[in-house]
């Protein structure tokens, strides 16, 4: 097995399946599945969850609020899907703690960086929450520190396109998919991997990045398995 201690980092947009907004319990289920092959392996893993599928902070000052008021909106999205993901993992047998960035104790933990790897260390998964605390900080900068913080092997970028492309594939038939890049080439063409904080984090402590499929089964067992699935940025 190519990975030990793994985070994981899924859009909210992705939750939402085939609805508008809000959370699709078939996909929710897909991932928990997904998840359990994973943990069944002795694998360490975190998650860190975005907020899309209910509410972005960037949508903020088109709709007339203050971009830190809506950053924190953001933050409150996240912890409703890590709560929902949180349940279904439950559900198919997992132990799991939901750690948060903001304080809530009723429904979360406040993110302690011992307390966090105490928990990896005994079989537990753990979900961070709310962001960073912060406004300004999109969930992929969280995804970057949080693994850095747990030492994490990898950062696993799971979407719903199966890797980096030249250009969006979705609009460019021509674009060409990537097996491997480094950060430096990445960075010099524009590659939009993650947000930029998020990415020089990763390239400055050489925590390697995996963009892949996480719609198609099977494709998070194949990339710990060291399997050429999506892309991998060194």
Same mark, same amino acid.
Do not use: W
């Given at each position: ?23 699709? !319990? ?5 991932? =928990? ?6 943990? &069944?392996?002795?694998?360490?893993? =975190? ?23 809506? &950053? ?11 709560? =929902? ?24 933990? !406040? %993110?302690?960086?011992?307390? /966090? ?12 929450? =709310? ?5 300004? %900080?999109?969930?992929?900068?969280? /995804? ?17 396109? &199966?890797?980096?492309?030249s250009a969006d594939p979705e609009k460019d ?5 990537y097996s491997s890049i480094s950060f430096q080439e990445a960075y010099e063409k524009?590659?939009?991997?993650? &947000? ?11 925590? !390697? ?7 198609? !089964? ?17």
């Amino acid at each position: 097995m190519k990975y030990n201690r793994i985070l994981l980092k899924l859009s909210g947009e992705a939750l939402m399946g085939n609805h508008k907004y809000g959370i699709d !319990p078939d996909r929710l289920d897909q991932y =928990a599945t997904e998840i359990k092959k994973v943990r &069944d392996r002795g694998v360490e893993l =975190a998650i860190v969850i975005g907020g899309g599928n209910i509410y972005r902070g960037v949508q903020a000052e088109s709709a007339g609020i203050d971009r830190v008021q809506g &950053d924190y909106m953001g933050m409150l999205a996240t912890v409703i899907n890590g709560m =929902a993901l949180q349940s279904s993992l439950e559900n198919h047998g997992m132990f799991t703690r939901l750690m948060s960035g903001l304080k809530m104790e009723q429904v979360c933990e !406040p %993110f302690i960086r011992r307390r /966090a790897i105490r928990h990896l260390e005994k079989g537990r998964i753990v979900i961070f929450g =709310a962001g960073l605390g912060n406004p300004y %900080f999109t969930t992929d900068s969280t /995804a970057s520190l949080r693994a850095v913080e747990i030492e994490a092997d990898v950062v696993l970028k799971g979407t719903r396109v &199966d890797g980096v492309y030249s250009a969006d594939p979705e609009k460019d038939p021509k674009a060409t998919k990537y097996s491997s890049i480094s950060f430096q080439e990445a960075y010099e063409k524009g590659l939009n991997i993650m &947000d930029m904080t998020a990415f020089t984090l990763c390239m400055e402590n050489s925590l !390697p990045i995996v963009v892949f499929d996480m719609n198609k !089964p099977g494709n998070l067992n194949r990339v710990l398995n060291g399997e050429e699935v999506g892309t991998l940025i060194t």
